[in-house]
């Protein structure tokens, strides 16, 4: 996730990595069969990492951009977050909770 952003010419824009990241997100939503939320949603991110370092604010910031379109519309849906970290060496990886307020 340290590659999502790229800034040409003074602007951010999601780089080739990033855009990986949301195609591998996509097609794990699809396969879940992930219905899309209609009004408010709360998100639970939590990181399983194999060390206690990086951003998770922005690591959580790339889960939310990923998620759009395919669990909830927008991201101005997004009422509340939790973010956790949890170091994890044997099995790394990403845990989302969506709760819909419907």
Do not use: W
């Not at 800034?7 to 699809?30: D, K, M």
């Not at 069969?33 to 998770?56: C, D, S, W, Y």
């Not at 989302?96 to 307020?101: A, L, T």
């Amino acid at each position: 996730m340290r590659h999502y952003f790229t800034y040409p010419n003074g602007r951010s824009s999601i780089s080739h990595t990033g855009l990986q990241y949301n195609l591998l997100v996509a097609t794990e939503a699809r396969r879940l069969n992930l219905p899309r939320a209609a009004g408010l949603v709360k998100l639970h991110i939590k990181f399983h990492v194999p060390q206690e370092t990086g951003n998770i604010l922005g690591r959580a910031n790339v889960v939310g951009i990923s998620l759009e379109g395919l669990a909830y519309y927008r991201e101005e849906q997004i009422a509340g977050a939790t973010i956790e970290r949890q170091v994890d060496g044997q099995n790394p990886r990403v845990e989302v909770e969506i709760h819909c307020s419907e």
